[in-house]
């Protein structure tokens, strides 16, 4: 390396503060339109839902989520996303492992698919469900002649709601796996592991943070889809009604307090996401520095 | 390896499904299909004859409802919702699940009394307490600088029954001047900005979220409005000429055969022309076909007006769909891309 004379740059820059920093005003009002916008978006609507929801008091938000109805709703989301995350689970895990260990042709559309639900508008993942299961559509007629109902019945919802959860945990995990590499792996299979002793006690372990981290946003999203769910549920209320629809039903029945009332459960499960999110994101970027340093 | 679980995953979580679903088949379950301003009606009826039922029989009856926009409703039950009856806006949206789905006879009106209709209602105007724009009749809502709500008769019931009774005023007033009818209805829809898809989804934009000067309702879903909402806030405004709306009602054989239900279907929609279902029905605000059923006060609120009706003044549901709301009829042409 040869020093180079740097050139003579005109001294416009006042030389009492950082030449990197902004000047104070610019920070003030940046920070403070931040501050704004959260604000306006944020807190005030989601302090707005909790506002409501006890707007009778915690006697009428009681009163509001012991309603059969409501309860049903309450019931159908966790049977929905007690389905589709496992599922989407080990397909992410699956998926993430066949692109982050092997060249294969084709990898590049596979992942390209897996982001495919993110593209799609979730009411056209609705609508090609029941394309492919309505009454009158592909495949519907001949499961109704076995007796097996799709649209508008739970089957329905969770397909809707697969569809729409499916990237969340591949996504997390493809770029994890494919920067950790395969020496562990390698390592373990060079002592005599088998292929599921490595799997279990190396790939999983390397890996559980991200995992966990996109297991909660798949989750979070399956109990609050409401665009595809809401063209295969049919809106039967206290059958095919999940929580997010619940609300929308409510509260076009002037029945603020009890819309409220679930909207602010699924508030809360939004905040918890966030909170465990917060956790997990701290502790998932320690675990990567330590690996590093090791 | 985890791709070998993944197929019995699938079946464990289908298995469990399928098991939920069909778990609990000891009491008759029913499911109404019904359109949107209907559900403070149904939960009233329902509760009604859900006693009844268990009296008479000794059987528990639960019945299900489902509200949204008339016409996506019914395209619900063609895409396979498995509704006993279906109680919807007007009849054209029924003749559209026979028509496509077979699941019920063409001549599905004739199986009830009054053409299928235990109830009738009529199309009047919500305004803001006071009526600042001193709306009174259909050619105030044509004139420039007034808020017009109303929903998209693409996806709604109601908003078609707005809109041919909106035609229908201007037929007359223009005697039957046909470009003249055209610029006074596309008037009227200029100056309504936004089109929810059903009844009630306008009835909050009007209502609840503050929009416009004038919401073109339903009477039942005015007086609800005005009920929930405060006395104090709004004035309903009845027009001198409006339309009698027939909301239709009917069994879908298809499926209650395959439910096993029609016997509480039939009993269900024949309970809706007693006396005590007329009583719960003009209670609701809706018009009782019976009126001698109903209490004298809940009559005494409904305003006397005069009603054009679809048989007699647009030939009938079918010539009046086709002429107005079908691809390229005159709602297309005077609304939206076609409108010139």
Known sequence: MIDLPLPETPLRIQRDRDALAEAPALRRTLIGFAVTVLTLFLFLPLATVFIEAFGKGVAGFLNALSDAEVQSSIKLTLIVATICVPINTAFGIAAAWAVARFEFTGKSALVTFIDLPFSVSPVIAGLCCVLLFGARGLLGPQLASYGVEVIFAIPGIVLATLFVTFPFVARELIPLMQQQGSDDEQAALTLGASGWRMFLTVTLPNVKWGLLYGVLLCNARAMGEFGAVAVVSGRIRGGTSTMPLQVEALYNDYNMVGAFAVASLLALLALITLIVKTFLEWRFTGELALRRRT | ?340
């Open chain 2, 1 to 340: 390896m985890s791709m070998r679980i993944f197929p019995r995953l699938v079946a464990i979580a289908l298995t469990g499904v399928l098991a939920l679903a069909s778990g609990a088949k000891a009491e008759i379950n029913l499911l109404n299909v019904s359109y949107d301003p209907t559900r403070e009606l149904y939960k009233a009826i329902n509760a009604a004859f859900g006693d009844i039922w268990s009296k008479s029989s000794g059987e528990k009856v639960t019945i299900r409802a489902s509200h949204g926009g008339s016409g996506s409703q019914a395209r619900a039950v063609i895409d396979g919702l498995k509704a006993d009856v279906v109680t919807l806006a007007l009849a054209p949206d029924i003749d559209a699940i026979a028509a496509n789905s077979g699941r019920l006879p063409a001549d599905w009106a004739k199986r009830l009394p009054n053409n299928s209709t235990p109830y009738t209602s009529t199309i009047v105007f919500l305004v803001r307490k006071g009526n600042p724009k001193g709306i009174k009749d259909w050619d105030d809502l044509a004139k420039p600088g007034v808020g017009v709500v109303t929903p998209n008769p693409k996806t709604s019931g109601g908003a078609r029954w707005n809109y041919l009774a909106a035609w229908g005023h201007a037929q007359r007033r223009f005697a039957g001047d046909d470009s003249k009818v055209r610029a006074f209805v596309r008037a009227i829809y200029k100056n309504a900005p936004v089109l929810d898809t059903g009844a009630r989804g306008s009835t909050i934009t009007f209502a609840q979220r503050g929009v416009g000067d004038v919401l073109i309702a339903w009477e039942n879903e005015a007086f609800l409005a005005f009920d929930e909402f405060g006395k104090d806030k709004f004035e309903i405004i009845a027009p001198p000429l409006s339309i009698l709306a027939e909301p239709p009602v009917a069994l879908v054989d298809a499926n209650v055969d395959a439910n096993g239900t029609r016997k509480a279907a039939q009993t269900y929609l024949e309970f809706l022309y007693t006396p005590t279902a007329q009583k719960i029905i003009a209670k609701n605000h809706y018009r009782p076909r019976d009126e001698a059923a109903a209490d004298h006060s809940d009559l005494a609120r409904f305003p006397k007006l005069e009603l054009l009706t679809i048989d007699a003044h647009f030939g009938g549901w079918a010539a009046a769909q086709k002429a107005h709301f079908s691809e390229g009829g005159t709602f297309d042409q005077i609304y939206g891309t076609g409108a010139k």
